[in-house]
């Protein structure tokens, strides 16, 4: 179904300009933005996926990733097609990569986000999370279903790549409780040559959703040959661990698909490259993602044992109103 967009304004000549992502397209009457799934009817800007649902799953917390985040717990997770970013990498491309300019289906099923809500408490999901193509570019559908999830007791995730504006972060930010950010690259020629987008807007998300105080994990795949040298990791790590060392990163394992089928699997000693790195910049959590290993909690401090996960299960954590029950170092997250 369609719905007037949020965060757009009239320009001369029946254009249109939106502000939901750092694209800012101008878009002519009849034309789409660059995500495809938002449209100028009429001098009047529309997201046309509203509430067709391409994908709902239930899945453990730990799939998003999420680490720090209510373990053991299992999240709703929900997507409409389309996305801002034209990844040739990307694990998802079939649903995030359709489009309605295109002419792609918007196919799915219409799930109001009142039937969003009522299956994840039947279902007794802990959050919703808005996933697997971009939550901003669906982002009214999101919206509204955050504001009713909470209403609900339910806690809102998202796992974006962090390319929504401060207008749009600021708004969805008194119902969001965390998100995964995808900090692809440390390089704006990436990010132009490979997601047809820019660095900095994801930089200054990382930052604005650590100061909003929403719980904050990130994600770089690692994809050989484009963003696995020691510098470019290391300027991640930097990065990361100059807004706050307590910030999860998870290195993940790349596998070929869609555009990049030629490309090897990311190898198992590259990961490990990465995490070192990542502790030398003084990150505490570094994960490896995608593999079986390298994703256990440990006290930063005393190493002891805080949650040990297998292959997306785990057992409880060991932990003291947040803190490590040796040694008493806290342990950030939102455990309960
Ligand atoms: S969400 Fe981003 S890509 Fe889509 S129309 Fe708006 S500014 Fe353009």
Known sequence: MIKEALFWEKLEGKRGQCHLCAHECRIPESKFGVCGVRQNVQGVLYTMAYAQVIAANIDPIEKKPLYHFLPGSISYSVATIGCNFKCGFCQNWQISQASVRDGDAVSGRQMMPEQIVAEAKKNNCLSISYTYTEPTIFFEYAYDTARLARKAGLYNVF???????GQALETIKPYL???????KSFRDDFYKKLCKARLQPVLDTIAAMNKLGIWLEVTTLVVPGENDSDEELGQIAEFLARIDHNIPWHISQFHPDYEFNNHIVTP?????RAREIGKRAGLRYVYLGNVQEGTNTNCHQCHELIVERRYMGLNKPNLKNGRCPSCGAKISGVWS
Do not use: Q, R, S
């Not at 796992?159 to 504006?165: L, P």
């Not at 409780?177 to 900090?183: E, F, K, T, Y």
């Not at 198992?268 to 490990?272: A, F, G």
């Open 159 to 165: 796992v974006t790549n962090g390319y929504m504006t």
């Open 268 to 272: 198992i000693e590259t990961l490990k």
């Open 177 to 183: 409780d965390a998100a995964n950010v995808d900090l």
